[in-house]
């Protein structure tokens, strides 16, 4: 009894902590709530969810065993198979999964308030997001390391297979269009940002030329050196956007930075690894770790109020100026990364599975890493919550819908009902070093602006003036790993392109052969330059309608990864635990597919593409002008964005339904009996590690007489 | 003294381990156990490799 009250009593602790904070979050009377309460209310949470949740679907529903040898200690060839101490593994599959989506999806849905996001970034996670992660890793890793495509071709069919294919690749090209786009809507007209950003390429060469021929693998020393000249950057960047001389050279419009960014693309994509995209990824992922890190300590040392809302108007009436639609199913939509991805599964199927030790390390590692990602979807929006609800809508609405002015924008924010003044947001621009802050979509600005408000309050002691340095940085980093996340991003479909022809033509799916790589790396930069072209200038704002269209291409992946799991429990005979990936699956489903429909089907042509469509060409009919647009062009431009849009959704919703529906085909079969449950798995071979990795010490046979 | 520096040096030690510093090393001992009769590839090699092989490979990043 005493050892029992010993084990439990602290959980009971950790319970009822969480649940003062949530109450807090919930029900406080007072005017904003301090960001401490979310931040425990999340750390709680997870500690009950990792400690229980995880542990059950670990013991119960998958039953490692640490006394099967792992594919890292099967196929061990010191390369891509190898057992790798479980912390360093836990970094990795960190870093790889942690991009731009936590940190953009919740500043956009902050437009609801912060609760409705922060329900779902936290309870999302522990049901649906870390599980996903966890299964896919586990499923994988039986299979030596198969990807997601593979296991769905295995497991469901060909037709189950071939969805997930194109569900990837098109969900790939949406991707990158929408994080291309937030790099353009942060970067155009700030000097001090294009500068800085400019200056990584040639940082990224020099590290390059040292890996490669002064001091191969010594990845620490350049990193080192990358910092040190990227931070220099930013400082020259504040140096060149106050110079009168260089201010002018260094601004750029919108389109100017974005046939740069799809004629650099398709160079990083073309290049050898080594030149561009490799040291850039080795100074990304310290930044990213390092600006988390610093993010995580500034929140806990300030513990800023919140000052957004709990839920606003918009939550309910589906009117907001960020992404039109209401909370169920928007918000999840959204949120996305942050609680549920659909590429994580290609990650938990991809490097990871080959490197786990023991069976039992996918809770720390699959599970465990999708937590911290939560826990950075949860700091983005104390982040964008903290600032002023006022200034958050003048930055985050359409330019279109603001205007040009502190002025007219501040009018459109009253508009909204919240109020803020042309002078408070003249002084917000003033005070990150940027001419102006209205109309600043994509969410990066936003977090920056966010950001560097708390990073200034602790370095106070240094000065004021700093909160611009900070943006600065801020950006940087933002910039950074979504510029990366291109070039790493075109790569993959560059080769995804490949494969797929070369299943017709095969000389092309040599991957050295140069016009092949030629032709597809074309393809794949002219597939999401096209997107994002038309959501730079796109007169209803690119955020506002492609956002939407990104979350519902994640969400779709993860139904495909979800399904795939079900499948295998099914066929393990866990019929029983079939609901752990079920429910979520079903969520999912629910969530996708209402989104989609409205998207297809809705009268409103806020909402609804081809109503939106319709609307506009009945405006053009009558030679007048319909939602933002300020000329005849911008309506015919309205016209053809939202028919591609709406065939896009069409296309995302039958993927879904053919996935789900030839699933569901193969589990009545197995329910029934008429199929015949065939495990893919890898055949078990007993295991000579200890849960350390060491080689355990072995008698030899016959030794003892 | 040597106590308080201890977190610093496992620091370190992470560091070179999750920067992929001291992988050639281990790939050279697990290469002489396995294909003793094989020369192993070089550093410069070994890196160029596993380059080619993590940026060719859907799995590797998040986009999002």
Redesign the interface.
């Known amino acids: 009894m005493g050892n029992r009250l010993g084990r439990y009593g602290i959980w009971v602790v950790v319970a009822i902590v969480g649940a003062v904070c949530w109450g807090m979050l919930a029900l406080s009377r007072g005017e904003t709530v301090n960001a401490g309460w979310l931040l425990f209310a999340a750390i709680a949470s997870y500690a009950i969810g990792y400690r229980f949740y995880a542990r059950f679907i670990q013991t119960r529903v998958l039953e490692t065993d640490d006394s099967r040898a792992t594919p890292a200690e099967r196929l061990n060839n010191g390369r891509d198979f190898e057992p790798m101490d479980r912390r360093v593994l836990f970094g990795h599959h960190f870093a790889a999964i942690a991009g731009a989506g936590p940190l953009v999806g919740p500043v956009l849905a902050a437009q609801m308030g912060f609760l409705p996001g922060t329900v779902w970034i936290i309870v999302g996670v522990i049901l649906a997001g870390a599980v996903q992660d966890m299964t896919t890793l586990f499923f994988s890793m039986r299979r030596d390391g198969k990807t997601l495509g593979q296991m769905a071709r295995e497991e469901i069919g060909p037709v189950g297979g071939a969805a997930a294919l194109i569900a990837v690749l098109s969900i790939m090209v949406i991707l990158l269009a929408v994080l291309a786009l937030v790099v353009v809507l942060a970067l155009a007209e700030s000097p001090w940002g294009a500068f800085s950003i400019a200056m990584t390429i040639p940082i990224a060469l020099l590290m390059g030329i040292y890996l490669r021929f002064l001091r191969p693998g010594r990845v620490l020393e350049v990193s080192a050196i990358g910092v040190a000249l990227l931070i220099l950057a930013i400082l020259g960047g504040g140096w060149i956007s106050e110079s009168s001389a260089y201010a002018g050279a260094w601004t750029f419009d919108a389109n100017t930075i974005t046939f740069a960014l799809i004629a650099y693309g398709f160079i990083a994509s073309v290049l050898p690894v080594w030149v561009l995209l490799a040291p850039r990824d080795y100074l990304s992922t310290f930044m990213k770790i390092g600006t988390i890190l610093l993010l995580a300590i500034g929140i806990a040392i300030t513990l800023p109020a919140m000052q957004m809302p709990r839920a606003t108007q918009f939550a309910f009436n589906g009117e907001g100026p960020v992404f039109a639609g209401s909370l169920f199913p928007f918000v999840f939509i959204t949120i996305a990364c942050g609680a549920l991805s659909g590429f994580h599964s290609l990650i938990a199927s991809g490097t990871t599975p080959k490197l786990i030790q023991k069976e039992s390390q996918v809770r720390t590692i699959g599970y465990g890493a999708m937590l911290m990602e939560s826990f950075v979807a949860v700091m983005a929006m104390i982040a964008a919550t903290t600032l002023d609800p006022g200034v958050y809508f003048a930055m985050n609405a359409p330019a279109t819908v603001l205007g040009d002015t502190v002025q007219s924008a501040s009018q459109a924010v009253n508009g909204f009902g919240f109020s803020v003044s042309p002078q408070t947001l003249q002084n917000t621009a003033n005070a990150v070093g940027e001419e102006s802050i209205v109309g600043r979509t994509g969410g990066a600005p936003t977090l920056a602006v966010g950001m560097s408000a708390i990073f200034a309050q602790v370095t106070a002691f240094l000065g004021a003036g700093l909160q611009a340095f900070w943006y600065h940085f801020a950006i940087m980093f933002e910039a950074l790993f979504i510029l990366t996340t291109v070039d790493a991003g075109t790569r993959v479909g560059r080769f995804m392109i490949q494969d797929l022809v070369g299943n017709v033509w095969r000389p092309f799916a040599r991957t050295s052969w140069l016009p092949g790589n030629l032709i597809a790396s074309a393809l794949i930069v002219a597939a999401w330059g096209y997107f994002l072209y038309a959501g730079v200038n796109d007169p209803q704002g690119g955020i506002y309608q492609l956002f939407p269209l990104f979350g519902i291409a994640n969400q779709l992946l993860a139904a495909v990864a979800l399904t795939v799991g079900t499948t295998i429990l099914i066929k393990m005979g866990k019929l029983r635990y079939a609901w752990v990936t079920a429910l979520p699956l079903a969520w999912d489903a629910a969530v996708t597919l209402t989104a989609s429909y409205q998207k297809i089907f809705s009268p409103d042509p806020l909402l609804g593409f081809f109503a939106q469509r319709s609307a506009a060409i009945e405006a053009a009919r009558n030679n007048e002008l319909f939602g933002n647009a300020e000329t005849q062009a911008d309506v015919q431009q309205i016209i053809v964005n939202t028919t591609i849009d709406g065939i896009l959704s069409i296309i995302f919703a039958l993927m879904i339904i053919i996935v789900i529906a030839d699933a569901a085909r193969v589990w009545f079969g197995l329910v029934r009996g008429t199929k015949e449950p065939e495990l893919s798995e890898a055949p078990w071979q007993e295991s000579h590690l200890d849960s350390e990795g060491r080689e355990i010490e072995r008698e030899p046979v016959g030794a003892r007489s | 003294m040597i106590a308080l520096l201890k977190p610093f040096r496992y620091m370190w030690g ?8 001291n ?2 090393d ?6 002489m156990t ?1 294909h003793p009769e094989r020369p192993p590839m070089s ?2 090699e ?19």
């Open positions: 992470y560091l070179r381990e999750i920067s992929g510093e992988a050639y281990r790939y050279v001992v697990v290469h396995t550093r410069g070994f890196y160029r490799h596993r380059q080619e092989e993590k940026y060719n490979n859907p799995g590797n990043r998040c986009p999002c």
